[in-house]
């Protein structure tokens, strides 16, 4: 099973950027589905960006245009560009990967996961 470290949440103000990554490691890390999801206490845990094993990637309508979702292969690395950052910015952020998914976006194909970063925007 893949192993998933996310690290570069923190508070910012609104407008701000941030940048997560994710560290993978036990596994072909090429052509597997990641994501990056986010969840709030008390709501479910929503998709907010995807890549899938051909390499198409999917965002969540509200973070089109201001999240940028990459993969560096050489490294096994995941990364979630946060650009533009609102209030409604603010969860815990998990990357995940699966070998097989049909959305990259839906929690339900994932079995690994990260522990989770904190991203806190403050208006």
């Known amino acids: 099973q893949l192993q998933l470290a996310e690290s570069g949440g923190g508070s910012v103000q609104a407008g701000g950027s941030l940048r997560l990554s994710c560290a993978v490691s036990?596994?072909?890390?090429?052509?597997?589905?990641t994501g990056w999801f986010r969840q709030v206490l008390g709501k479910e845990r929503e998709g907010v960006a995807g890549?899938?094993?051909?390499?198409?990637?999917r965002y969540a309508d509200s973070v089109k245009g201001r999240f940028t979702i990459s993969k560096d292969n050489t490294d096994n690395t995941l990364y979630l560009e946060m650009n533009s950052l609102k209030p409604g910015d603010t969860a815990m952020y998990y990357c995940?990967?699966?070998?097989?998914?049909?959305?990259?976006?839906?929690?339900?194909?994932?079995?690994?996961w990260g522990q989770g970063t904190q991203v806190t925007v403050s208006s």
């Open positions: 995940a990967a699966a070998y097989v998914c049909a959305s990259s976006l839906t929690p339900l194909w994932y079995n690994s």
């Open positions: 036990g596994g072909t890390f090429s052509n597997i589905c």
């Open positions: 890549i899938e094993s051909d390499g198409r990637t």
